[in-house]
């Protein structure tokens, strides 16, 4: 039997490029190529008819059509085309969906407009429970590259997650713990090389089983140097002084990641038990505009009471991320097919994340988060032609922050949330009804407790008025309660008066170089959504569009005060209604299917406008897009052409520099080879292939660091 060998590095106990290098070598030489126009019709029929993917992300087991939740689905073909190095680079392009960067490690997924602590990053169900939500320079804890699949709930999916999904869910799925029976020994191998960043990936997964014990191993390593990108990394239009910027790259964007997980499950009749762990590591630079004002040459306003805290640290030396995380998952499922009860699922996972901060080598905060999420599903049968699922989800977070700049106090959440989800059928109609039910406790050290109850409910229509024709309509009203951060960012360092802040202290944020204020009395966050949306399936071609709009009360943001204390912006957490209103749109159709091969189109694009009830823009907007894309198979070679215009964005939010309209051309190709045992792939694409300077309006660190310039990625991946 052949399998990946590798052997580890130095200071990389699991593997390395080079010993994953070799182990593809290995099994490249245990396999017999096959005459390659045998695989083109297997390979064909096997695009041309993928598996429709069943919902995990909503507990009742549904395909995207039999529900009126905005879903979107990233799987197959699909996602090994725009699988980028974080959640949010590969999930970008998707209508409605967008980046919020910070360097090429860093990219949080921003849905509709909405990031940070209103979308709900998930693994395989449950919270990625790291620290991305309490600072724009945090990386997610996922990784797309090892997904099966990731699903996104656009809008508010508070009743299935609760309040932390106001904005939207993003569900990250592997197999780490396997639900089915194994047949043999089945993995793959696949390494990929980027000319923007000089980087490596290679990812390994290897699985198998019986009818009673499946088991699963994967893991990943990438190494990656400074970005390329056309021209200065600083602003010259925003930022007076670039003296410091480099030119053709992006100083300290490098970094390293490696991670490896195993998992085990027990099979039996109509369910399984299973338990996971995984490891991960990665340490990336923070961009040097994210800690540095070239320009900075005027006073500070507000009265001074004290030192700035770590205001002086920036100026000292790059700025690293070292972060570390360690999760166990334990999952079990039961499907007794009853008259009552159809299915019962549990999952519990337990997280221990961790990062420092260096400054120069020098470790000067870190930053601790230790989290416990449990969830158990009951899953009916009919009752009155009813089908449903009633749900219990609780979750502890202890949080701390450590060092020089430790801006938020050490705190713990305890959350509860009960909800229950209901579909009925009637003819062409589907009926969506669900509640749920939240309690939020946060205590945090010096500072009163402080509790939230919050009520979240939806109703939703699908009518499938004509065949392959569905109109629906969803209606929601939710509540967020406000999170630590938001709270408690240097609480007691700045107080209001007299016109002025009147500073004690206060802890600069090194890494985005700002002073985060927080409010201790904010109020629980609350909207009011409409979804209406139109779909046509008529095999092949397909088409959906839909308009939302979101009206928030007490909306809590992230203010540019326009006061700076010893040359460092001052940002406060504040409150004010809102209103959010937008787009989405996609249509695909055959263009050709002849001897030349198959030939599909795809239109797409999305906007949204999001306004303050004084009349300021919402902070960090996305811009309007409208992209088109061909696709094109010839046996076992696909290809893809794709082209989108991003229009530019002059309603950025107060403080904020507007972006330029960007066009932005991705090319890509795929070969299929069939091997004996399995298939290897051959793929090679292109990024921004006109190299345009793209300063996304969604990041905090625009003005000094723009998106990568041209990019070619090749790689190989071999399956068996």
Same mark, same amino acid.
């Given at each position: 039997?052949?399998?990946?060998?590798?052997?580890?590095?130095?200071?990389?106990?699991?593997?390395?490029?080079?010993?994953?290098?070799?182990?593809?070598?290995?099994?490249?030489?245990?396999?017999?190529?096959? &005459?390659?126009?045998?695989?083109?019709?297997?390979?064909?029929?096997?695009? %041309?008819?993928?598996?429709?993917?069943?919902?995990?992300?909503?507990?009742?087991?549904?395909?995207?059509?039999?529900?009126?939740?905005?879903?979107?689905?990233?799987?197959?073909?699909?996602? *090994?085309?725009?699988?980028?190095?974080?959640?949010?680079?590969?999930?970008?392009?998707?209508?409605?969906?967008?980046?919020?960067?910070?360097?090429?490690?860093?990219?949080?997924?921003?849905?509709?407009?909405?990031?940070?602590?209103?979308?709900?990053?998930?693994? &395989?169900?449950?919270?990625?429970?790291?620290?991305?939500?309490?600072?724009?320079?945090?990386?997610?804890?996922?990784?797309?590259?090892?997904?099966?699949?990731?699903?996104?709930?656009?809008?508010?999916?508070?009743?299935?997650?609760?309040?932390?999904?106001?904005?939207?869910?993003? &569900?990250?799925?592997?197999?780490?713990?396997?639900?089915?029976? !194994?047949?043999?020994?089945?993995?793959?191998?696949? =390494?990929?090389?980027?000319?923007?960043?000089?980087?490596?990936?290679?990812?390994?997964?290897?699985?198998?089983?019986?009818?009673?014990?499946?088991?699963?191993?994967?893991?990943?390593?990438?190494?990656?140097?400074?970005?390329?990108?056309?021209?200065?990394?600083?602003?010259?239009?925003?930022?007076?002084?670039?003296?410091?910027?480099?030119?053709?790259?992006?100083?300290?964007?490098? !970094?390293?990641?490696?991670?490896?997980?195993?998992?085990?499950?027990?099979?039996?009749?109509?369910?399984?038990?299973?338990?996971?762990?995984?490891?991960?590591?990665?340490?990336?630079?923070?961009?040097?505009?994210?800690?540095?004002?070239?320009?900075?040459? @005027?006073? @500070?306003?507000?009265?001074?009471?004290?030192?700035?805290?770590?205001?002086?640290?920036?100026?000292?030396?790059?700025?690293?991320?070292?972060?570390?995380?360690?999760?166990?998952?334990?999952?079990?499922?039961?499907?007794?097919?009853?008259?009552?009860?159809?299915?019962?699922?549990?999952?519990?996972?337990?997280?221990?994340?961790?990062?420092?901060?260096?400054?120069?080598?020098?470790?000067?905060?870190?930053?601790? &988060?230790?989290?416990?999420?449990?969830?158990?599903?009951?899953?009916?049968?009919?009752?009155?032609?009813?089908?449903?699922?009633?749900?219990?989800?609780?979750?502890?977070?202890?949080?701390?922050?450590?060092?020089?700049?430790?801006?938020?106090?050490?705190?713990?959440?305890?959350?509860?949330?009960?909800?229950?989800?209901?579909?009925?059928?009637?003819?062409?109609?589907?009926?969506?009804?669900?509640?749920?039910?939240?309690?939020?406790?946060?205590?945090?050290?010096? *500072?009163?407790?402080?509790?939230?109850?919050?009520?979240?409910?939806?109703?939703? %229509?699908?009518?499938?008025?004509?065949?392959?024709?569905?109109?629906?309509?969803?209606?929601?009203?939710?509540?967020?309660?406000?999170?630590?951060?938001?709270?408690?960012?240097?609480?007691?360092?700045?107080?209001?008066?007299?016109?002025?802040?009147?500073?004690?202290?206060?802890?600069?944020?090194?890494?985005? *170089?700002?002073?985060?204020?927080?409010?201790?009395?904010?109020?629980?966050?609350?909207?009011?959504?409409?979804?209406?949306?139109?779909?046509?399936?008529?095999?092949?071609?397909?088409?959906?569009?839909?308009?939302?709009?979101?009206?928030?009360?007490?909306?809590?943001?992230?203010?540019?005060?326009?006061?700076?204390?010893?040359?460092?912006?001052?940002?406060?957490?504040?409150?004010?209604?809102?209103?959010?209103?937008?787009?989405?749109?996609?249509?695909?159709?055959?263009?050709?299917?002849?001897?030349?091969?198959?030939?599909?189109?795809?239109?797409?694009?999305?906007?949204?406008?999001?306004?303050?009830?004084?009349?300021? %823009?919402?902070?960090?907007?996305?811009?309007?897009?409208?992209? !088109?894309?061909?696709?094109?198979?010839?046996?076992?070679?696909?290809?893809?052409?794709?082209?989108?215009?991003?229009?530019?964005?002059?309603?950025?939010?107060?403080?904020?520099?507007?972006?330029?309209? =960007?066009?932005?051309?991705?090319?890509?190709?795929?070969?299929?080879?069939?091997?004996?045992?399995?298939?290897?792939?051959?793929?090679?694409?292109?990024?921004?292939?006109?190299?345009?300077?793209?300063?996304?309006?969604?990041?905090?660190?625009?003005?000094?660091?723009?998106?990568?310039?041209?990019?070619?990625?090749?790689?190989?991946?071999?399956?068996?």
């Amino acid at each position: 039997m052949c399998s990946p060998v590798w052997g580890g590095a130095a200071g990389h106990p699991f593997f390395s490029p080079r010993s994953l290098t070799t182990a593809v070598r290995l099994l490249a030489g245990c396999v017999v190529f096959t &005459n390659a126009s045998a695989v083109s019709a297997d390979t064909s029929e096997l695009h %041309a008819h993928p598996m429709e993917h069943v919902l995990v992300t909503v507990p009742i087991h549904k395909k995207s059509a039999e529900t009126a939740l905005p879903v979107s689905v990233l799987a197959g073909d699909a996602l *090994q085309q725009t699988v980028g190095q974080s959640i949010g680079a590969t999930l970008a392009q998707q209508p409605g969906l967008h980046s919020a960067s910070f360097g090429p490690a860093v990219g949080q997924p921003v849905i509709r407009g909405h990031a940070g602590p209103r979308v709900r990053i998930l693994q &395989n169900g449950l919270s990625s429970a790291d620290a991305a939500a309490t600072s724009a320079d945090h990386a997610v804890a996922v990784e797309p590259l090892l997904a099966d699949a990731i699903e996104v709930v656009r809008g508010p999916a508070t009743l299935l997650y609760g309040g932390g999904a106001i904005g939207g869910v993003v &569900n990250v799925l592997d197999n780490r713990i396997p639900r089915l029976p !194994g047949e043999g020994l089945s993995g793959a191998v696949e =390494y990929r090389h980027d000319s923007a960043t000089s980087g490596d990936s290679g990812v390994f997964r290897l699985e198998g089983g019986n009818d009673q014990v499946a088991f699963h191993l994967s893991g990943l390593y990438r190494d990656w140097n400074d970005v390329k990108i056309p021209g200065l990394a600083f602003d010259r239009d925003v930022i007076a002084n670039t003296d410091a910027s480099s030119h053709g790259y992006i100083a300290n964007s490098g !970094g390293r990641q490696r991670s490896v997980t195993a998992g085990l499950s027990w099979l039996f009749d109509s369910g399984h038990i299973g338990f996971a762990v995984s490891d991960s590591e990665m340490r990336y630079g923070i961009p040097r505009g994210g800690h540095a004002h070239p320009d900075d040459d @005027h006073d @500070h306003h507000g009265h001074d009471h004290g030192d700035a805290a770590g205001h002086e640290h920036a100026t000292h030396g790059d700025i690293a991320i070292d972060m570390s995380q360690r999760r166990y998952d334990l999952s079990a499922e039961w499907h007794p097919h009853g008259a009552l009860l159809d299915g019962i699922r549990a999952r519990l996972a337990y997280t221990d994340y961790e990062h420092s901060e260096l400054e120069a080598g020098r470790v000067a905060t870190t930053f601790l &988060n230790e989290t416990w999420e449990g969830r158990l599903e009951l899953i009916h049968g009919e009752l009155a032609g009813w089908h449903g699922v009633v749900g219990l989800q609780l979750q502890q977070t202890d949080f701390e922050a450590v060092g020089d700049e430790a801006f938020i106090p050490p705190s713990r959440r305890r959350a509860l949330g009960l909800f229950v989800l209901e579909d009925f059928h009637a003819g062409a109609w589907l009926y969506e009804l669900g509640l749920r039910v939240d309690h939020d406790r946060i205590e945090a050290d010096g *500072q009163r407790d402080r509790s939230f109850t919050s009520l979240s409910a939806s109703a939703a %229509a699908l009518w499938e008025w004509r065949p392959g024709w569905q109109l629906g309509l969803s209606l929601a009203a939710a509540e967020r309660a406000p999170v630590v951060e938001e709270m408690f960012s240097n609480v007691g360092r700045a107080d209001w008066h007299d016109d002025h802040y009147h500073f004690h202290a206060p802890v600069t944020h090194a890494a985005t *170089q700002v002073i985060e204020l927080g409010s201790a009395d904010l109020d629980q966050e609350q909207s009011r959504n409409l979804d209406l949306s139109l779909r046509y399936d008529g095999g092949d071609s397909s088409a959906e569009i839909t308009l939302f709009y979101n009206d928030f009360r007490d909306y809590i943001y992230l203010a540019d005060t326009g006061f700076r204390f010893h040359g460092v912006d001052v940002f406060a957490h504040a409150q004010q209604d809102a209103a959010f209103y937008g787009v989405e749109a996609e249509w695909q159709l055959p263009l050709a299917h002849g001897g030349a091969g198959a030939f599909d189109l795809t239109l797409y694009g999305d906007a949204v406008h999001g306004e303050l009830d004084n009349g300021d %823009a919402v902070p960090r907007l996305p811009p309007y897009r409208l992209g !088109g894309r061909i696709d094109w198979e010839y046996g076992a070679l696909r290809g893809y052409l794709d082209l989108l215009h991003a229009g530019k964005q002059t309603r950025a939010g107060r403080g904020e520099p507007d972006t330029d309209s =960007y066009h932005r051309l991705d090319i890509g190709f795929s070969y299929d080879v069939a091997m004996a045992p399995g298939m290897a792939t051959l793929f090679v694409r292109g990024t921004n292939l006109t190299n345009e300077e793209i300063r996304a309006s969604t990041s905090f660190l625009r003005a000094y660091a723009p998106e990568p310039g041209r990019s070619i990625e090749a790689g190989v991946r071999l399956q068996f």
